[in-house]
């Protein structure tokens, strides 16, 4: 099968280099916490993104300064959402200018027509995520939120607790 001495170093080469990536990531989220892969904020999503970008540069270094590199700056960006988390959950004034703001799509079964507008949402993208969240009568909507991460929340019920609509814009 491996006729080819390159072949082989090329097999041995991209195995070795992912185990010490992945454990390098396990090794990273075990001392940074479980938070290191949420997407509570675009942030954190931006940064997972990333990490797995430079976990395949790792994989794919030909030099063992390209894959230290790599792995350095997985730490590093890893260590950044650490500091930026942690400032964000201590200050309020920092956390509005790291954070995107939750904009309310739908309220009591009407869609926010602004709103939509302004978020460059479809109305057949609500309509989507109401499918999604099991609603069998727009009319059982109480809120439909664009989320800080770009996800859709959809709160439906017999009523709405005004807590969960906190730090939510109407986009109006």
């Not at 001495?5 to 991209?14: C, F, K, W």
């Not at 201590?90 to 709103?115: Q, V």
Request: glycine residues 6%; charged residues 20%; negative net charge.
């Amino acid at each position: 099968m491996f006729t080819d001495i390159s072949a082989l170093d090329v097999l041995l080469r991209g195995t070795l280099l992912a185990f010490i990536g992945l454990l390098w990531v396990v090794i990273c989220v075990r001392v940074i916490g479980l938070r290191a892969f949420s997407k509570m904020t675009s942030f954190d999503f931006v940064t997972t993104v990333a990490i797995g970008s430079l976990l395949a540069g790792c994989v794919q270094a030909t030099t063992w300064s390209a894959m230290a590199q790599a792995l350095i700056a997985i730490a590093a960006l890893l260590g950044v959402q650490y500091a930026v988390s942690r400032t964000r959950a201590k200050r309020d004034d920092f956390e509005s200018i790291i954070d995107n703001t939750p904009t309310l799509l739908m309220r009591d079964g009407e869609f926010l027509e602004a709103a939509l507008i302004r978020t460059r949402t479809s109305r057949s993208d609500v309509i989507a995520k109401l499918r999604e969240a099991n609603v069998l009568h727009v009319s059982e909507v109480r809120a439909v939120v664009l989320e800080a991460t770009g996800d859709i929340s959809v709160l439906h019920g017999e009523s709405l607790d005004d807590v969960l609509l906190n730090g939510v814009t109407t986009g109006a």
